[in-house]
């Protein structure tokens, strides 16, 4: 049996982050998935689908993202139910994220420059005031000394 949903989309709002009785924190998110084709109107139409994110990836998903900004989730759908204060039975179906990836950039544009798959930050390929990539390696055009015991081949 498989069970497996990856999405990208924006997030409607920003996360919802709380905490169950036991201490375990639970964020929910809704990302907008635009839909591959347009409707008879000629407009993009989008799906918007429920996420909640367990533990560390809730609290990374709620420090992290915001209204707008677009994220990849890697998950499972999950459907459960409940009865709500009428009596009535209330079915919720929800994808239960297990990887979710930061995209695109901030307000500003900018890369994300975390990426919680590796838990640090990560570079983010942004130019800097003279039009060229920030390059570690860049040494004035000076050749790299390193010895063949250095390398792993």
Same mark, same amino acid.
């Given at each position: 049996m498989l069970n497996r949903v990856i999405l990208i989309g924006n997030l409607t709002r920003d996360p919802e982050l709380r905490y169950t009785p036991s201490g375990v924190a639970v964020t929910t998110f809704t990302l907008a998935v635009?839909?591959? +084709?347009?409707?008879?109107?000629? =407009?993009? =139409? /989008?799906?918007?689908?429920?996420?909640? /994110?367990?533990?560390? %990836? /809730?609290? %990374?998903?709620?420090?992290y993202l915001r209204k707008g900004r677009q994220a990849a989730v890697e998950g499972r759908l999950q459907t459960r139910s409940y009865d709500n204060k009428d009596g009535r039975r209330v079915y919720v179906t929800e994808v239960v994220a297990e990887n979710v990836?930061? %995209? &695109? &950039?901030?307000?500003s544009g900018e890369g994300s420059g975390y990426d919680?798959? +590796?838990? =640090?930050?990560?570079?983010?390929?942004?130019r800097n005031d003279h039009d060229s990539f920030d390059d570690p390696f860049a040494d004035a055009g000076k050749p790299i000394n390193i010895s063949d015991d250095d390398l792993p081949f």
């Amino acid at each position: 049996m498989l069970n497996r949903v990856i999405l990208i989309g924006n997030l409607t709002r920003d996360p919802e982050l709380r905490y169950t009785p036991s201490g375990v924190a639970v964020t929910t998110f809704t990302l907008a998935v635009n839909r591959p +084709f347009s409707n008879q109107a000629g =407009e993009r =139409e /989008a799906d918007f689908i429920n996420v909640v /994110a367990w533990r560390q %990836l /809730a609290d %990374l998903c709620a420090n992290y993202l915001r209204k707008g900004r677009q994220a990849a989730v890697e998950g499972r759908l999950q459907t459960r139910s409940y009865d709500n204060k009428d009596g009535r039975r209330v079915y919720v179906t929800e994808v239960v994220a297990e990887n979710v990836q930061f %995209l &695109g &950039g901030r307000a500003s544009g900018e890369g994300s420059g975390y990426d919680p798959s +590796f838990g =640090e930050p990560r570079p983010t390929g942004k130019r800097n005031d003279h039009d060229s990539f920030d390059d570690p390696f860049a040494d004035a055009g000076k050749p790299i000394n390193i010895s063949d015991d250095d390398l792993p081949f």
